[in-house]
């Protein structure tokens, strides 16, 4: 059964570093998620993609964020400056129709900032 | 009460015993679904269910959704050890994104 990956499955950074989290979606998939829960806490969404663009964001997902098709497998999230705060579960999701639809979650990376 | 909120935040039984969670929302939903969510590990899709739909059943679970409540449950039946996790509910709302619940934090003893 085809399933989302994400690499790496558990990521540790310095403050202030730049980091990049991998997934790969479903591969007849159209739209691309990128989630985060912060430990203890709920699932939060962060942004959606389509048709390389962003077609929804959060409030979470500033600046400092940004999402990327680079090829036509991969879709991956960077983070330019990590804060102690940006420490979470990171998962990405992915669905082949958009609003309403089912969405399928990866494993999750687990990112440190320290 | 938030969108996708779940009661009881925390349940503990008896194996073999029944499961029960409910999920509150405030908005007007397309789908909900339920996952389950190990310690520290990634979500595992249980169940879809949409808004037309009244309750669904998989296995060992079922899912029913009235949509006049705004409101889902989860039974999980004959409940093992293994099935000891937090079960979270996600609702889609017409936008790109899914909105989860807080949680309920099911403990099965064995």
């Known amino acids: 059964e085809p399933e989302v990956t994400q690499t790496p499955s558990h990521q540790v950074t310095q403050m202030g570093q730049e980091v990049i989290l991998r997934c790969v979606p479903i591969?007849?998939?159209?739209?691309f998620y990128w989630y985060r829960q912060i430990l203890g806490q709920k699932v939060e969404f962060l942004v959606s993609?389509?048709?390389?663009?962003?077609?929804?964001k959060s409030e979470i997902f500033d600046d400092q964020f940004s999402v990327e098709r680079p090829d036509g497998s991969n879709f991956t999230l960077k983070i330019r400056s990590t804060k102690l705060e940006d420490s979470a579960m990171y998962f990405c999701?992915?669905?082949?129709?958009?609003?309403?639809?089912?969405?399928?979650f990866g494993p999750g990376t687990r990112l440190t900032v320290l | 009460s938030q969108q996708g909120e779940e009661d009881p935040q925390a349940l503990s039984i008896q194996e073999g015993e029944n499961a029960t969670m409910n999920c509150s929302y405030k908005?007007?939903?397309?789908?909900l679904q339920w996952y389950r969510q190990n310690s520290g590990r990634g979500l595992v899709h249980l169940i879809l269910?949409?808004?037309?739909?009244r309750e669904k059943h998989s296995g060992r679970l079922r899912v029913t959704l009235d949509t006049s409540k705004k409101s889902s449950s989860l039974l999980i039946t004959a409940s093992r050890a293994a099935d000891t996790a937090s079960y979270f509910c996600?609702?889609?709302?017409?936008?790109?994104?899914?909105?989860f619940g807080t949680g309920t934090r099911l403990k099965v003893l064995a």
């Open positions: 908005t007007s939903i397309n789908n």
């Open positions: 591969s007849n998939h159209l739209y």
């Open positions: 269910i949409r808004s037309n739909e």
């Open positions: 996600a609702t889609a709302t017409g936008t790109y994104k899914y909105i």
């Open positions: 993609f389509y048709n390389n663009e962003i077609s929804e």
């Open positions: 999701a992915s669905s082949d129709r958009g609003v309403g639809n089912e969405q399928f």
